[in-house]
């Protein structure tokens, strides 16, 4: 039984319930006035509470019982630290490898004593190391930790890559916010809100209710940062045979496009699928890796520019597939025979040098392709 309310309290110690502890081994009395490993327990729990007084006269009665008990000796090593008397607590931590050469607590807490700054006082030591010693996760909890944290990793990345995109127009600027607004109050037909599909709306290949779908998914998924699948949808709708009505619609959609975010942007086309698609992806945006072939001047609207040929890789990033012209700012140093990855807006196509036209958004320069 001795030897049982010892070990209780330890447990309830390195659980961080001191108070517990105590009032625990206060609770037999009768045993811990002749248990000096119950009495260092006791001395650790009125450490822990920083009743230091309380802790050394437990100390010293431990001591009395036991001359041995290493447990009492390291609340008295630390009780002496606390009080600022270094040498004392090392004497008291050598006295312990003396008595027990493979106490790894007096060996690690000779090591503290040393790195402790001359300046170091006794509150900013914390004593749970110095007495209870590190905490020792045994190894078969890594193993049973590992597969847990890689589930959690998984949901974290599925949370954000699935959520941050619908959130991330929460955290626009006003005019964006309000331009979000406005795209609410955008309909195809005064009372489509209430469900009402006019007969007006009828072509040869859709009926009333799929164009207002269409136009519906476009909203929505401008809203949600699809910028992409907005801009197939209200292109395929300008090159249909819906009205002209209709289609003027459809365009004003265009006005509350926002390009996406650079660093969550993954909706890219390939080269190949604009190329063969330019005018359903005009408008739309892409993210591509190519190599800069030369820099010329050009002016747009009578705005100076720089424009960049750029030869465009496949998805693999390892063969050219075509070619792109990059329209700048003039403040962008780009150079030939840079390698670079291009976010861009897909605003053209030159049908004779069957180029692309890109209106740049983020050049970001990456290594030289090896060889």
Do not use: C
Not at 74 to 84: H, R, W
Request: proline letters at 4%.
């Amino acid at each position: 039984m001795k030897g049982n309310i010892a070990d209780v309290a330890r447990v309830l110690l390195k659980r961080k319930k001191y108070q517990k502890a105590k009032d625990y081994l206060l609770s037999h009395l009768d045993i811990l006035d002749r248990d000096a490993e119950a009495l260092s327990m006791l001395s650790f729990a009125n450490i822990f509470l920083k009743d230091f007084y309380a802790a050394e006269e437990v100390s010293r009665k431990a001591l009395r019982r036991d001359s041995f008990s290493t447990n009492a000796m390291l609340a008295k090593g630390y009780i002496s630290l606390q009080n600022g008397h270094r040498e004392n607590a090392l004497r008291e931590y050598f006295r312990i490898i003396d008595i027990d050469p493979k106490n790894k607590i007096a060996k690690d807490n000779i090591e503290r004593i040393r790195f402790l700054t001359n300046n170091a006082k006794g509150n900013e030591i914390n004593p749970r190391a110095y007495l209870l010693g590190k905490i020792n996760i045994p190894s078969y909890k890594f193993f049973i930790a590992i597969p847990i944290l890689l589930i959690i990793a998984l949901i974290f990345y599925i949370s954000i890559d699935r959520i941050y995109p619908k959130i991330r127009y929460i955290l626009l600027d006003k005019e964006q916010k309000e331009l979000r607004k406005k795209l609410e109050d955008v309909y195809l037909f005064e009372g489509l809100e209430k469900g009402d599909v006019p007969d007006s709306a009828k072509s040869p290949t859709y009926s009333p209710r799929q164009v207002a779908d269409l136009f519906n998914k476009a909203k929505r998924d401008l809203r949600g940062a699809n910028v992409n699948e907005a801009i197939l949808i209200v292109n395929g709708a300008l090159y249909s045979d819906i009205n002209e009505y209709l289609k003027e619609r459809f365009r004003v959609l265009k006005d509350f496009v926002i390009a996406p975010d650079y660093n969550i942007f993954k909706e890219s086309p390939d080269y190949l699928t604009i190329a063969e698609n330019y005018k359903l992806y005009d408008g739309g945006y892409v993210k591509w890796k190519a190599d800069v072939s030369r820099i010329s001047q050009t002016n747009v609207d009578g705005i100076p520019k720089k424009l960049a040929r750029i030869l465009v890789y496949d998805s693999n990033n390892k063969d050219i597939i075509g070619i792109a012209d990059l329209l700048l700012n003039v403040n962008i140093d780009l150079k030939p025979n840079s390698y670079i990855e291009a976010y861009a807006k897909v605003i053209g196509y030159n049908d004779r040098q069957k180029s692309i036209l890109l209106d740049t958004q983020i050049i970001k320069h990456l290594p030289k392709k090896k060889n």
